[in-house]
């Protein structure tokens, strides 16, 4: 029997994705399950058992937490997405309830996932989703302000907040270094990201590959503010106005802006700051969907004689 190790949010809330509902969908698919809340202090020390799979349940918070924190990455991930945005398991085709995916998992069948990687005067931080400066970082703070609605009523919600912050955002001066090479920018933000999806559910790095070891940085241009802020309004329609580099190694230097890890925002400190990124040596195995059983193979079309 395969070992699981459920790392789960235990304010997930909606129904069927408590702790009770989910290790039975987990053992009813065969797995013999450990738990572990990611709100425990002690969350680090559930990776000393001794496990098979690792399944990391609940929003991009949660999975950022997991994927960051796992010492031994040979060990499989599995993701039960129990958020609104769910923008890493949008970002690698991953979609379902508790029951349903557990059911398909196959631990063979893993994308390589890159984790991000930034220091600055703080020290390192990782990060799995995008590291951002100015009005991305600006919209988060703003969105912490207010009581957050459920469902598809808080992207809704959200992306009128970025809209709105995009509308005010004033130009950031920006340094930024790619290949040995730097170039001044005076932009609304500049979001370093890992996956395709971010913030409110938007594909904003559609160009991102979570497997090339490489951050995609998507420059947020001052002339497109009225151009994003109308793609927002239905962003699977076209591709986002944005400015894409990709890169191994990123410097960034700035003064007076917000920034923010993840889903975690910092307000602006004032002074001069500069950020180096890159990708992890060592990538995240995450489980992906495989063809369901029930799915046909369509056949061909015998040639007419």
Same mark, same amino acid.
């Given at each position: 029997?395969?070992?699981?190790?459920?790392?789960?949010?235990?304010? &997930?809330?909606?129904?069927?994705?408590?702790?009770?509902?989910?290790?039975?969908?987990?053992?009813?698919?065969? =797995?013999?399950?450990?738990?572990?809340?990611?709100?425990?202090?002690?969350?680090?020390?559930?990776?000393?058992?001794? *496990?098979?799979? !690792?399944?990391?349940?609940?929003?991009?918070?949660?999975?950022?937490?997991?994927?960051?924190?796992?010492?031994?990455?040979? !060990?499989? +991930?599995? !993701?039960? @997405? /129990?958020?609104?945005?769910?923008?890493?398991?949008?970002?690698?085709?991953?979609?379902?309830?508790?029951?349903? /995916? &557990?059911?398909?998992?196959?631990?063979?069948?893993?994308?390589?996932?890159?984790?991000?990687?930034?220091?600055?005067?703080?020290?390192?931080?990782?990060?799995?989703?995008? =590291?951002?400066?100015?009005?991305?970082?600006?919209?988060?703070?703003?969105?912490?302000?207010?009581?957050? @609605?459920?469902?598809?009523?808080?992207?809704?919600?959200?992306?009128?907040?970025?809209?709105?912050?995009?509308?005010?955002?004033?130009?950031?001066?920006? *340094?930024?270094?790619?290949?040995?090479?730097?170039?001044? /920018?005076?932009?609304?933000? !500049?979001?370093?990201?890992?996956?395709?999806?971010?913030? @409110?559910?938007?594909?904003?790095?559609?160009?991102?590959?979570?497997?090339?070891?490489?951050?995609?940085?998507?420059? /947020?241009?001052?002339?497109?503010?009225?151009?994003?802020?109308?793609?927002?309004?239905? @962003?699977?329609?076209?591709?986002?106005?944005?400015?894409?580099?990709?890169?191994?190694?990123?410097?960034?230097?700035?003064?007076?802006?917000?920034?923010?890890?993840?889903?975690?925002? =910092?307000?602006?400190?004032?002074?001069?700051?500069?950020?180096?990124?890159?990708?992890?040596?060592?990538?995240?195995? *995450? +489980?992906?969907? +495989?063809?369901?059983?029930?799915?046909?193979?369509?056949?061909?079309?015998?040639?007419?004689?």
């Amino acid at each position: 029997m395969v070992r699981a190790l459920l790392c789960h949010n235990p304010d &997930a809330g909606a129904k069927g994705h408590d702790r009770d509902s989910i290790e039975a969908a987990l053992k009813l698919a065969g =797995y013999d399950v450990r738990y572990a809340s990611v709100d425990d202090k002690d969350f680090v020390d559930a990776f000393n058992k001794s *496990v098979d799979l !690792i399944v990391a349940a609940g929003g991009d918070g949660t999975i950022g937490k997991v994927l960051t924190t796992i010492p031994d990455r040979r !060990i499989p +991930v599995a !993701i039960l @997405p /129990l958020g609104t945005a769910n923008n890493f398991a949008r970002s690698l085709g991953i979609a379902g309830t508790p029951q349903e /995916l &557990a059911e398909m998992w196959d631990t063979d069948h893993t994308c390589p996932v890159s984790i991000g990687e930034v220091t600055g005067h703080w020290g390192t931080s990782l990060f799995l989703e995008s =590291y951002g400066i100015g009005v991305f970082p600006q919209f988060l703070i703003d969105a912490k302000k207010g009581k957050k @609605p459920k469902g598809a009523e808080n992207l809704r919600q959200g992306r009128e907040l970025l809209q709105k912050a995009l509308k005010r955002a004033k130009s950031i001066d920006i *340094v930024m270094t790619i290949g040995g090479k730097s170039q001044e /920018l005076s932009v609304l933000g !500049i979001e370093v990201c890992n996956i395709p999806f971010t913030g @409110p559910g938007l594909p904003i790095a559609a160009t991102a590959d979570v497997s090339d070891n490489k951050l995609d940085v998507v420059i /947020l241009e001052s002339d497109d503010r009225k151009a994003l802020m109308k793609w927002i309004e239905a @962003p699977f329609e076209d591709k986002p106005p944005v400015t894409n580099r990709k890169a191994s190694k990123i410097e960034l230097t700035f003064r007076d802006a917000p920034t923010r890890l993840d889903d975690e925002a =910092y307000e602006a400190t004032g002074g001069k700051h500069s950020v180096d990124l890159v990708c992890e040596e060592t990538p995240v195995r *995450v +489980v992906i969907p +495989v063809k369901h059983p029930t799915q046909k193979t369509p056949e061909k079309k015998a040639k007419a004689s």
